[in-house]
């Protein structure tokens, strides 16, 4: 499969059983190592990573059995021909961050969230990878009245500061959300995420990860957001996946709703080289009703409408489209555009 230099990744979290908040999994968990036979059987190259699915049970690990549980994943993935992309503090699940992690109003769990942060980073340089991904779940309100959103965020500056001094090597991409988990997020979007980046004691050390899903519960186009932050240098990973309209997070296979909007997505991306600054990472699940033993094909869907997409915008005459402009002709360009996508020449 021609790949255009391009290399793609993956969660574990991608492979799952299916649950939902009204009904338990319907497929049988998979052991780690039978999704990493996933990745190559697919074509992926790198392997995404919460803290704890790289070294399970990180909270009551020493430091050293930490390192070591994550130099043998290096090691296991190397076996495999794969490396990682970035690691991520799952700072969701525990008991303590219920209200919040960095911006929790109660100082035991900001010091709980900073210590987390500090082993994800310490796993991120054993796993071999430079790159820390925040995503930022529970940093927000139910109620706007429960916490104060102007030191809220201070609060995530004073974290993101002691990630980057803790650590020079390593560069931290937010991943902003507008909602879910919380009511509604203190980061919601890309340009939150940067305005956050330029704030930070080592801004050519921060970036972001755009999540099409999100930009679409956010109200806003994946593809204007993805151009937003390549526009700074700020684009260091992406999530494609798709979004049927602003209600739950979907995590749609990439493509999957609207081909127009993610073939808008590949565009910026291929037009502006993206595959020398990052990877394609995809954050898909699969529908609750696709039985265990052919649950990956959101996965194989999503990689091949990518590639396909990059072969439809690379065909596309860019002169064509230059002189349709010049005659602000843009129901022609629509025209055009459609047929590409429909398979057809106007
Ligand atoms: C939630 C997400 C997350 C993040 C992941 C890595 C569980 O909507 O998108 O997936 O992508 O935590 O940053
Ligand atoms: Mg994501």
Redesign the pocket.
């Known amino acids: 499969m021609e790949k255009y230099g391009y290399r793609f990744s993956f969660?574990p979290?991608n492979i799952h059983e299916g649950a939902d908040p009204f009904g338990p999994p319907v497929r049988p968990a998979r052991d780690f190592e039978s999704k990493l036979a996933v990745f190559k059987e697919l074509g992926f190259d790198m392997v995404?990573f919460?803290d704890d699915d790289a070294v399970p049970g990180i909270d009551d690990l020493s430091p050293e059995q930490m390192r070591q549980q994550a130099r043998a994943m290096r090691q296991r993935l190397a076996d495999q021909g794969l490396t990682a992309e970035?690691v991520?503090p799952?700072l969701?699940e525990h008991p303590m961050t219920i209200d919040g992690a960095f911006t929790s109003n109660d100082a035991k769990v900001r010091s709980y969230a900073l210590d987390r942060a500090k082993k994800t980073i310490d796993i991120a340089r054993e796993l071999g990878t430079d790159l820390v991904?925040?995503?930022l779940?529970r940093e927000g309100t139910y109620m706007r009245e429960a916490k104060n959103a102007l030191r809220a965020t201070q609060q995530l500056l004073d974290a993101l500061n002691m990630m980057l001094t803790y650590d020079a090597r390593i560069r931290i991409a937010i991943?902003p959300?507008p909602n879910?988990p919380m009511d509604m997020s203190y980061i919601p979007s890309i340009g939150h995420g940067i305005a956050l980046a330029y704030q930070t004691s080592h801004p050519l050390r921060m970036g972001v990860?755009m999540?099409s899903?999100?930009a679409i519960l956010a109200g806003l186009d994946p593809s204007d957001e993805i151009s937003f932050a390549m526009s700074s240098g700020k684009l260091w990973s992406v999530?494609l996946n798709d979004q049927n309209g602003p209600k739950y997070?979907q995590?749609r296979s990439f493509g999957s709703v609207d081909v127009r909007r993610a073939f808008n997505q590949v565009r910026v991306l291929d037009n502006n080289q993206y595959w020398q600054v990052g990877v394609i990472g995809l954050?898909v699940k699969a529908v609750r009703t696709q039985p265990a033993s052919i649950a990956t094909k959101h996965l194989r869907n999503s990689l091949r409408t990518f590639l396909r997409l990059v072969e439809i915008s690379r065909s596309i005459d860019q002169q064509k489209i230059d002189a349709l402009i010049a005659e602000r002709d843009y129901e022609e360009l629509d025209w055009l555009i459609l047929n590409s996508l429909m398979g057809r020449n106007p």
């Open positions: 969660g979290w995404q919460h970035f991520a799952r969701w991904v925040l995503w779940a991943e959300k879910e990860l999540e899903a999100h999530h997070d995590d954050d």
